[in-house]
């Protein structure tokens, strides 16, 4: 039975419902509607529109049908989606006195109240599992502050880094993930129900007691733009995508330093996959999976966007389909960020290989560079003099220790005992300019980081 | 139970099953998991591996399974996935002769054989789909032959047209999918069962035997790529997302002529719903739904192709999230050309609102332009001469009809009565250029697409 | 010449120069790296890298380059981007002392601090081109403030709204894509110079004299991370992509309104273009270019996302492909803002033919079933019976008022009296909810928008 | 001056102009235009609207056009476009003849012509650019046809396979790109010319010879279709795309195999640039540019569909969005296809390094295996066995040749013996399946690729 039915000559068969039902894709609303619908009640009874006894009434069979849902026993039935199933069961449970609850109101406002309500919940876990991903993090860093690694560029060996300096890097892209968060909540967080159809409502209701009971700090300015605007959702899933973008990168490196030809890490074995075939076979599923759920989510942008893209105010039926995005993108959001901080903190690390990886192709080339710039050769001209030596000594298999005092003293400005302490060691520690991967520097990054955790 | 897990020293976790595991998404897989593997079975039979009673076990035992799926009560458990969760029950239906269905393969190859077997089922099930919707064109073309409305530019009145030449313009469209949807199952016609987990096997199998049993026309030539490549189902989307973006362009033009403003067409109600506050709407859902499905193929596109680029061969469990783009695609798609074939056959037309729309606007302003170039006025300057007069007109308010006998002779050489005629239908009737809009060559093109169907 | 030649055994030759060369991509950059570099100078003096006579010969020698530039008398060569093409500029007009220019930078920190640069003077553009619009609607509102059109939901006619208060809808639009780019521009405002390649720097340099130079408020606190992000382009284009998206929504409905089936603006002469064939046209242009423009932006989104995609750290050549996304985007966003609001300032009313547009279709349907629920039928019943009536009406060709007192009196507990009144000017003033379409509530929206815009 | 000005009260000032122009946009069609214009001159005097005398003046007026745009000596003004500058200078040229070259054309069907002519050219490029590196694939695994290295499945070793086989992976991908390219030449291959604006013509032109002339070996068959759609450019890209993604997992897997990690391969120095600051540094920009531009053209993938999406027939200046992704898309594919074969021409191998990599991590594993499956022992259970193995001898850091021969017995239902010649090369040899790596099947694999370059 549809609502409007008396006022169709003919009604939709099976697979034309089929085609247009949501209930499959708006299921997951039904607590915020119902949530939404009492609070509606309560408003109409405080503007006249419902007794008291009727308001208990309607919260009642509600409350129930909520029950019925959470437990799956609510009969279906041909439904157009989750708000009209709950109305036509509220009618079955509670009989005519649920013809008032849809009284100035309509679903347009509705649903968008559905979907910012949903919202609201789900940035809130996601700001909370961002945090505890940061305390991994931080714990992570520290518990291994003073391991070198080879940091790359362009995936070359480029120079030595602390390990905790390169973890914290992904500290930093959480930190402004989180804020962005945040500010997506800010303006997520205006109350659209009262808007109506389209033009608001001649009959009298209270917005701000809504907003109270619902928990937003405002309501719309205009109706129509509330009920035809669903930035708070792509807006969502920009930055959800952001956030997927720097997980994929996080297990792209993960993947590959994971593997026996780095061998720098160890994913435990119970995030790994076995083969159905090579039974010598660990596969960093998880990872794979988190890159490809980038996609997906990107995936998802496109598709919210284009779907809104030239489309007339106000409500259009299109708009229906940002419900799978709605519904999937906190989903994988928060599934792969409880995941992704177990497998960090779980993860085995190997000093000695790191290490051993750190000293080879010449990657001390630059601190030498900087050294001559230190006694007073010019940048550039200590830079071509180096890269000059870096040729020479690749021909020959060698490296700078193994040249003679002759041909030293003809590169250099300095005696080659200076050169005595090159290691990663002390280089990472000369890195001491601000945000550099001096140990100091990383740990005051990790000070700060705490702080921030703190507030 | 996992089949490597007397390899790892540490099981994964229930929450870490829930977010490796694909059974909800590639459920939908197995009816050609088990068509595949019964035809396996019997290629391994022939190559010895397997007695032939072993074989009539093995069989009858997917056989069993299938059922079970198709009946809803297979036992599910932590299956991996829907082809580790067919080998257990198999295990448990028929014992230890279970342990040889997975000889000479891998879920590598196996997983890429499902999704191939599906596709070509669903492609020629479009391919179909496309036909009696483009029957349904021709009909309707047919039926309304000689129906004039005004062809757009800009959405802005440009020339009269026959309204059966603008249905044409999307049987051609049409052509132009199922063409391409030929090519892609032409690529997609190739067995890769047998390329095991990426490098073939060193057993003894018969791929031209399974290819045939599986009514494959061609073999992979390297089980590398036959294992990495999901092009089938990038270039099946990318076909899919075109053809939608006709389909939504149909829909737009079908929500605008329909409205009260335009009332060139009438949707039948059933393909309509109501507004829930205002009884008086009858919103045109379906067509809306297609443009909004139209981003959700664009979103998929978006989604395979960035998953795919940058990807190291062979297989990576990133591919796993290929798997709701796989199924969902072709559904929409299928669903979608079902719902628009109704709805074009079965939508009322108004000739007499179309063509008085048609003959607003100056829209002659052309033929006018294109008489004086039949009378010797070069061309450019017969359009500034008439440019200049509806400029002219337009501030007076007047059509060409109402120029006087001498305000007609300073722009035109030629007598006013040669315009007498100057009507919309004979507009369109003037219009015989091949492709044009006059009825005899929208009848050839009638004619030439029941040809190109018969075939 | 490449700084790096002596280090290659073989340079690359023309083809390889083009194919990698970011010339013409980066070119934009010019005038912030020299800032950028200038202020780097100052800092390497302040160190004791550069003596102050070296220092003023260095800035005069960029002043200098900057001018060339400006006036395109810059000497090109086979330069590899703009940075290099400036340090090697600076080698031939200066001499030697050039050489200190790149002590302890890195092209890596310094890429992303003129882009940096850049985005910041754009975003501000931006925020004051998003304000003027604001204010061009207010104002156009103000003017019309009384002006009724037909709202629409699903295109069709729904209920009577003011024009001015669709307008506003935009304003709320525009005013949530300003907080959205304050936001970018907030997490814009971090100095990445002084990162180095990656890791910092060995030599004695002063982040935060830099940063005050360069007028950023933060520095950044991880070097790794400074030279590998591009949130800041990302959470930019997806901003700029959703203020497309509203833009293009108001183009869509303009094209619509000023069409002559609508005829309810008209866009002024200048902002339109003819046709090459057929001289009566007037085509909006502008305003499909618009839309088109939004699709770009998408794209746009859709590759800078994907390019960062499963990126391991930290710079990574694919990150020069960001140029054309950096340097289009903002481009784009302010030459649209520029434009439509002229037109929106500009364009003609049409009062008359919207408010004659606004009476049919039983718009008024909904104030009927309102009444009815003031009167006391719960509000599903006035819906149905009302609908039901509607069904009748509309197969009679007659419309509410048509019905004689006797078939009033069947449906309606209230005497038909009652609807006299019932005119759309009436159903407008009475959506006085808050952020309904009532006239004392618009003007309440407006007085609101100049307080936020006086701000 | 604009041909439409005559009609207009109003025109556009500098700033419109600029927004709108196109001219820096379809510049590049001009060679095709001129050619389609020379090619109509001819048509429309055939059919009697241009004097023999007149369409010689055209003819080589537009000659001598077409030479001062080679020489970028066209006095470009305030022009519209590219073709409507090309009619301008023609008058300014030749005088009033010029006004009869656009007769009975549009800009709609002339654009489309345009692109078409272009698209078909570069098409036929990007062929015979792919089958020039499908050769030197072919050259160079014949070359290294025995080089062992170790192949993955989620970038963990998995079965050692041959390079070539690798290598030839992508000359299948290659294999499919290019059928696909030729798919989309064959659909672009229709003469739009003739459609008019969208509604043919009344005067008497003859379509047949344009498309003789032009060599397109069809006419389209309806104008609304014509001049609407850009199928052609859709499917275009999409192809580019895909055959971007096969050039993006190739780099993608060159660079991590040219990295010291591995040092599978070497880049020569000239395909690779140095750092501006670490004078050691070779870095594979080409390689990872071409991972960026693979992002580029799915971005163009995703702005032309969208520009697309729920467009109304016919021409619409949203359109025009279309000319970057037109111009850009063929010139990417083109250049990378030039320079990535040269890459993988000139590239040096390793093979001892690739070998010695080919033998750790039990990747024999799974030909233990398949022996004792020839042995007689179910897989499964074969699988299991094998497994339980590596767990035992990992942790024990030893590999199956260590085993005693008591604990093979226990283990092995064959002597120790048989598994003394189990090494790579053995392994890589019994892989004879089809299209497996065995050394003659690779073999196989080229002739057949010999073959389809032959034809």
Redesign the interface.
């Known amino acids: 039975m549809?609502?409007?039915?008396?006022?169709?000559?003919?009604?939709?068969?099976d697979?034309?419902l089929?085609?247009?039902s949501s209930l499959k894709d708006d299921f997951f609303l039904y607590p915020y509607d119902i949530k939404g619908s009492q609070a509606h009640v309560e408003m109409l009874c405080r503007g006249g529109?419902i007794s008291p006894e009727e308001k208990k009434i309607l919260i009642e069979g509600l409350e129930k049908i909520k029950k019925e849902l959470d437990q799956g026993t609510f009969p279906f039935q041909k439904d157009?989606d989750i708000?009209?199933a709950i109305?036509r069961r509220l009618q079955e449970l509670v009989g005519?006195?649920?013809?008032?609850?849809?009284?100035?109101?309509?679903?347009?406002d509705?649903v968008v109240l559905d979907e910012k309500m949903f919202l609201k919940e789900k940035i809130k876990v996601i700001i909370e599992k961002i945090k505890s991903f940061q305390e991994i993090i931080l714990g992570k860093a520290e518990e291994n502050i003073e391991v070198i690694m080879p940091?790359?560029?362009?995936?070359?060996?480029?120079?030595?880094?602390l390990f905790s300096?390169?973890l914290?890097?992904?500290?930093?892209?959480m930190e402004?993930d989180k804020?962005?968060f945040k500010?997506v909540l800010k303006?997520n967080d205006v109350l659209p129900l009262?808007?109506?159809?389209?033009?608001?409502?001649?009959?009298n209701?209270d917005?701000?007691f809504l907003a109270k009971k619902l928990a937003f700090s405002r309501?719309?300015?205009?109706?129509?733009?509330?009920?035809?605007?669903r930035?708070f959702i792509?807006?969502f899933v920009?930055s959800s995508?952001?956030l997927?973008?720097h997980l994929?990168?996080l297990?792209?490196?993960l993947?590959?330093y994971s593997?026996?030809?780095?061998a720098w890490i160890t994913i435990?074995?119970?995030?790994?996959?076995?083969?159905?075939?090579?039974?010598?076979?660990?596969?960093?599923?998880?990872l794979?999976?988190i890159?490809?759920?980038?996609?997906?989510i990107?995936?998802?942008?496109?598709?919210?966007?284009?779907?809104?893209?030239?489309?007339?105010?106000?409500?259009?039926?299109?708009?229906?389909?940002d419900k799978?995005v709605l519904r999937e993108t906190p989903r994988e959001v928060i599934?792969?960020l409880?995941?992704i901080q177990r497998i960090v903190k779980e993860m085995e690390i190997h000093p000695a290989n790191m290490q051993k990886?750190a000293t080879?192709?010449?990657?001390l080339?630059?601190?030498l560079?900087?050294l001559m710039?230190?006694k007073g050769t010019?940048?550039?001209?200590a830079?071509?003099k180096?890269?000059?030596i870096?040729?020479i000594l690749e021909k020959q298999g060698k490296d700078f220790s193994s040249l003679s005092q002759e041909e030293w003293n003809k590169y250099f400005p300095f005696p080659k005992e200076e050169m005595k302490d090159f290691e990663v060691k002390i280089?990472?520690e000369?890195?001491?300019?601000?945000?550099?991967?001096?140990p100091s520097?990383v740990k005051e990054?990790i000070a700060?980081g705490r702080e921030l955790l703190a507030k």
Request: with cysteine.
């Open positions: 549809k609502v409007w039915e008396k006022r169709f000559s003919e009604l939709p068969d697979s034309i089929e085609f247009t529109y157009e708000h009209m109305e005519e006195v649920a013809d008032k609850l849809h009284t100035a109101r309509s679903r347009n509705q940091g790359f560029t362009h995936f070359r060996p480029a120079q030595p880094v300096h390169w914290m890097a992904y500290f930093w892209m402004r804020e962005r500010d303006r009262g808007s109506g159809a389209l033009s608001g409502t001649s009959l209701i917005r701000e309501v719309s300015p205009n109706s129509m733009d509330a009920v035809s605007e930035d792509v807006e920009f995508s952001l997927f973008l994929s990168r297990s792209e490196e993947i590959i593997s026996p030809f780095f435990p074995d119970k995030y790994c996959t076995g083969s159905s075939i090579m039974p010598q076979k660990k596969n960093p599923d998880i794979e999976l890159r490809g759920k980038a996609s997906k990107l995936g998802y942008a496109t598709a919210i966007s284009s779907l809104i893209k030239s489309l007339p105010l106000t409500y259009n039926r299109d708009l229906q389909e799978d599934s792969t409880e995941i990886d080879t192709s010449y990657v080339a630059t601190d560079v900087e710039v230190e010019p940048f550039r001209q830079y071509r180096v890269g000059e870096v040729k280089s990472v000369r890195k001491k300019s601000s945000g550099g991967t001096a520097r990054q700060r």
